[in-house]
């Protein structure tokens, strides 16, 4: 079975640039979760996807981040304009929910790791 | 409202002793809890997961954690480390319908030969 896929593995902007991360999620699963990680916190959850929906963007900065997974299988996270403190590993994560019994274990992508100078 | 405190940032035990990686959590619902593991350069990878059955939890690598709801903690343990056990640990907090998921800040275990 293949992995969650995330591109690119690494990017370098200025700030004020915008940026785009792509991610596949595992064939199947219909929950996707775009995570944001920081030199040495764990992950902020950014948004939550079930099928082509949002369930959860409460901590999605709004004003320079969008996400979108229109066919309900791969996503796009973008940030525009970048600032210095969008440094981060961009992680994406995919679920299947087993009906009556919440397993909800994430399956993580290997990240993008963003640094903007 | 949801959160978890990891109690310690750095564990150091030598190989062949005892694990015990602290986590506490807060939560308005009936939480499942998860303890994730990240080696350098790698991907976030689950240990074990409880979500309202069992209170003792066995994972993989000889990890078990034991839900308490009275002391509110969900513990890591290992009776025996391992070199390969070296790693970042993170404990994980969501509401039992899969939203919501908080990480802890991360506790990183180091192993002495």
């Known amino acids: 079975e293949a992995g969650v896929a995330q591109s690119p593995r690494y990017k370098i902007i200025e700030k004020r640039q915008s940026v785009a991360f792509w991610c596949n999620p595992i064939s199947g699963h219909a929950t996707l979760y775009w995570y944001q990680q920081i030199l040495g916190q764990g992950p902020k959850l950014l948004i939550q996807f079930q099928n082509n929906g949002v369930v959860d963007d409460s901590q999605l900065p709004k004003d320079r981040f969008s996400a979108e997974r229109l066919k309900g299988v791969d996503s796009t996270l973008k940030i525009q304009p970048a600032k210095l403190e969008d440094s981060a590993v961009y992680l994406c994560a995919s679920t299947i929910a087993r009906g009556g019994t919440y397993s909800y274990e994430q399956y993580f992508g290997p990240g993008t790791r963003l640094t903007v100078t | 409202a949801q959160s978890v405190t990891q109690l310690d940032s750095h564990v150091s035990v030598s190989e062949g002793t005892p694990v015990l990686l602290r986590c506490n959590y807060s939560s308005s619902y009936s939480p499942s809890l998860f303890w994730y593991v990240q080696h350098p350069n790698k991907g976030l990878q689950l240990l074990l997961k409880?979500?309202?059955?069992?209170?003792l939890v066995k994972g993989i690598n000889g990890f078990e954690a034991e839900f308490k709801k009275s002391e509110t903690s969900f513990h890591l343990t290992k009776p025996s480390a391992h070199m390969s056990d070296a790693a970042e640990y993170f404990c994980?907090?969501?509401?039992?319908?899969?939203?919501?998921?908080?990480f802890g800040t991360g506790t990183s275990l180091t192993v002495i030969p």
């Open positions: 994980v907090v969501s509401k039992n319908t899969g939203n919501q998921f908080y």
């Open positions: 409880y979500t309202s059955a069992a209170t």
